[in-house]
């Protein structure tokens, strides 16, 4: 799988193996662990276990405490001033390190910055709040699978944690130390001091995530699925069926999309359709820009230029035997019920940076499908952006307003500063979320 969440050939999982690191939990999961019939923890073990689940406890009293004594404080010195100027409310200063007597009365988890980790937080805020990821770590039944085997879900675990505190520790503010911890160990990328790429960051993680919990990966198969012939439905429910007897998780049920490659050469008209699946949609801006030279774009024109028809020089023929020009045409087979889009603006150049890239509040991936009649109109509910040079994550609560989380500040933002980016939210965004309406 490589780095843009990408199965080779259909399906590629992987089988790392992880340290023994468990993370931290609480005394009922840790008897829970113990009297598992797998490997039962040592006194050392549990000894660190215990260290580090009151060392998480004790940041989030300590981050509860700040928190609300700076709430208070802000408060006193809004009724004493008497002061509440709404355009200030998209300044930097009350993004980053303000509250309003309003947003401060919103009971909704805060995520606490790890330094320079506003990345994760973004990401993690995202991931958080998906109905059916919520719905699939709080299942007391998946969650007694994970407890009593923490050393082949360690992931799955720190991310249980996080879902538990979300949804029972209203206006809480929670550390996620133990969810980073099992990432760092996972990949030194993540050990960087500086802020890094939130695409890769999740990528990684439903990667991991899957890895972890696919019922099926005992059964995986590397066989390559190039297949020849005319039968397109016949090949599609081969690729299908292949696909889903390596690969049974909630992530790959939720964001999978499969995608058909057409290559047909140009000398000999052979036609040659190879399946590939991912998780996230990347689209290249960059690419794209190179190409067009347009200052404002869309998800549609991204679209449109990596699924449209593109002939390639110099492409190796098995029929022909030799180098031939070939066509190439790509079709989306599959409606997932969330689409992840990843904005690739390459290394962060300021050209690229400064594109106006325009929303889409509904979009309909209709032209984009091979079978015509699937439901494919999507709604956007979830999007990781860079708001005064810090990732920060916006979230659909209603029809009229949003949620901007930016670590410990939540503020509720109306739909067309989110969308259209008026006022001072020139926000740019790297990750949407789109979700299947009417499901």
Known sequence: MNSNGEFEEVTIVSQSNMNSNLGSFNSQEKLDVKASE????????????????????????????????????????????????????????NL??????????????????????????????????????????????EKDIIYKNVDNYRLSFAVQRLFVHLKEHKNQVYHPESLWKVLIEENMLFKEDNEINPNICLVHILNRL??????????????????????????????????????NSIISDNFNWCELKEIKCKK???????????????????????????????????????????????????NCKMLAESEITRKIINNPNIFIFLLNRGDFDEKLMSLNFDLNSEINLIPYLLNKELNATYGLKKIVSILNKKYVSFVKMAEDFWY????????????????????????????????????
Not at 290 to 314: A, E, F, M, Q, T
Request: net charge neutral.
């Open 268 to 318: 000999c008209n052979q036609v040659n359709n190879k399946f590939q699946n991912f998780f996230t949609f990347e689209l290249g801006i960059q690419e794209f820009y190179n190409y067009k030279k347009k200052n404002r774009i869309s998800i549609y024109d991204c679209l449109d230029y990596y699924l449209g028809k593109n002939i390639i020089p110099n492409t190796y023929c098995n």
């Open 210 to 247: 899957h890895d972890e919990l696919n019922k099926n990966k005992n059964l995986n198969c590397n066989k390559n699925m190039n297949i020849n012939g005319n039968d397109i439905n016949k090949l599609i429910e081969m690729e299908k069926n292949y696909y889903q007897s390596n690969n």
């Open 38 to 93: 797998g490997k039962k923890l040592n006194e050392e073990q549990i000894a660190n276990l215990l260290k580090s689940y009151n060392e998480e406890n004790q940041n989030i009293n300590n981050e509860n405490s700040i928190f609300v004594n700076k709430s208070n404080n802000l408060q006193n010195e809004e009724n004493k001033n008497n002061k509440n100027n709404k355009n200030d409310i998209y300044q930097s200063r």
């Open 96 to 141: 980053i390190s303000e509250y309003s007597s309003k947003n401060s009365e919103i009971q909704i988890t805060r995520l606490s910055n790890m330094g320079n980790k506003s990345y994760l937080n973004s990401v993690l805020r995202c991931i958080g709040s998906l109905d059916s990821l919520e719905n699939f770590f709080l299942n007391e039944k």
């Open 404 to 439: 901007l989380f930016n670590d410990r500040d939540v503020i509720k933002v109306e739909h067309d500063d989110v969308i259209n980016k008026r006022s001072e939210m020139e926000h740019v965004p790297c990750i949407l979320f789109y979700e299947l309406s009417g499901k």
